[in-house]
């Protein structure tokens, strides 16, 4: 029997922090459940109030247990599993949906170092060398959730919204990659305990924060914040599950539990790209407050969960505020617009860091040809487009 303090294996690893690791892993899960739960009755009541409605206000006080409630009669509902179902895939669909949501909620720094049972020990559940390219390569698994949910229902509407969905995805994959290169590039580390540490510390006048969203110029953190809501098939990117084109997406045969954890994905991803967004860009935990003593080790999580707050209340107020994108339109931004400028703004900030002369060079360089490239645009489809004929006019008959 192994006691607190005695070696584990034959490389000496403390059981103890084997423990702790248990422990931040149970403590993360959990807390994404709950924060879940919390974030679809906020999004609802939110919502309501920007459309003068109420909202839930049955279950529990101000209907806080109603996301609950709804999640109690989704497990006990009948599932079913369609006829022409391939039963493997149709099944392991939502489990490959839904655990890239907490994976790549790992590598996200959530506060500073605390000590535990004499461990130091950071609040962040991993940080390992190549965390930018986990995160990545996470995001580029959730797309086979989608893409196999509709495939394996054995009918056509689901599998047109999954080719829908992973079309989506792969387009948008490419800007987001580029706006967190740009974030590596000024940073010089994977590590994102490494992104989070430079962007610490004084900025500007010594007032103003030293955040990657100034350092960079506001460019990368716009297209990261339009490509993660397409990624995470927030409004007004919901092409995949446009339920008047669609009946509802790649998920349509799907029931219970299994839809459940659809579901459970989707506004997980929500809040694992608002967690990204605040470390990448908005200086993660880091925020003014002493360094020591009980206030200190508290006083980062207060930052970090005040930033993510805020940037859901973005992404709801998008929800109640945008209409749909026409899927024509929303490849169009992907692929003419955001990948263009993302890179663009990549070799502006490279040549900068390199010299100031060549960055200042390339920025003009840069900018003529982006003129001349949306002139070119423009005309190319003017060109191309009819006027509509007008209506025919009729006389009144006396």
């Known amino acids: 029997m192994l006691a607190a303090g005695d070696p584990l294996f034959a490389d000496g690893v403390d059981l103890t922090v084997v423990l702790i690791v248990i422990a931040k892993t149970v403590v993360v899960f959990g807390a994404m459940l709950v924060s879940v739960l919390l974030l679809i009755w906020f999004e609802r009541k939110l919502v309501a109030d920007m459309q003068a409605r109420i909202g839930p206000n049955r279950a529990g006080k101000f209907g ?67 965390g930018i390219l986990f995160l990545l390569a996470m995001s580029s698994i959730a797309v086979y959730g989608v893409m196999l949910a509709g495939w394996s229902s054995g009918s056509k509407y689901p599998l047109l ?28 580390s994977l590590l994102t305990s490494d992104i989070v540490a430079g962007q610490s510390g004084e900025g500007l006048f010594g ?82 407050g002493p360094d020591s003593g009980l206030i200190g080790a508290l006083l980062p999580v207060f930052w970090f969960l005040l930033k993510v707050f805020a940037m859901l209340c973005v992404f709801v107020w998008l929800r109640a505020t945008l209409p749909r994108f026409r899927y024509d339109r929303l490849m169009d931004l992907g692929w003419k617009k955001l990948i263009p400028l993302s890179l663009a703004w990549l070799l502006i900030q490279a040549a900068f860091l390199v010299d100031v002369k060549w960055g200042i060079v390339v920025f003009t360089g840069a900018a003529v040809m982006g003129v001349l490239l949306w002139r070119a645009m423009e005309v190319g489809h003017g060109a191309t487009e009819h006027e509509a004929p007008a209506p025919p006019k009729f006389q009144e008959v006396r």
């Open 64 to 130: 806080v247990l109603q996301t609950l409630a709804d999640g109690i009669k989704l497990f006990f509902k009948e599932d079913f599993l369609p006829t022409q179902a391939d039963r493997r895939v149709y099944r392991l669909a939502p489990y490959l949906a839904t655990v890239p949501a907490f994976l790549s909620f790992a590598i996200v720094p959530i506060g500073g170092t605390v000590t535990i049972a004499g461990h130091q020990t950071r609040l962040q559940l991993a940080d390992p060398p190549v």
């Open 161 to 188: 919204g999954a080719v829908r969905g992973s079309a989506q995805m792969v387009s948008y994959e490419a800007a987001l990659g580029l706006s967190t290169v740009a974030v590596v590039l000024v940073t010089g």
């Open 207 to 288: 007032i103003i924060p030293n955040w990657n969203v100034l350092r960079l110029g506001f460019i990368p953190f716009v297209v990261f914040f339009i490509a993660g809501t397409a990624e995470s098939n927030r409004p007004p990117f919901d092409l995949v599950e446009a339920e008047q084109e669609l009946v509802g997406g790649f998920h349509t045969e799907y029931s219970a539990l299994r839809f459940a954890l659809f579901f459970l994905a989707e506004f997980m991803n929500t809040i694992t790209i608002s967690a990204i967004m605040v470390t990448l860009f908005l200086g993660g935990p880091s925020g003014p």
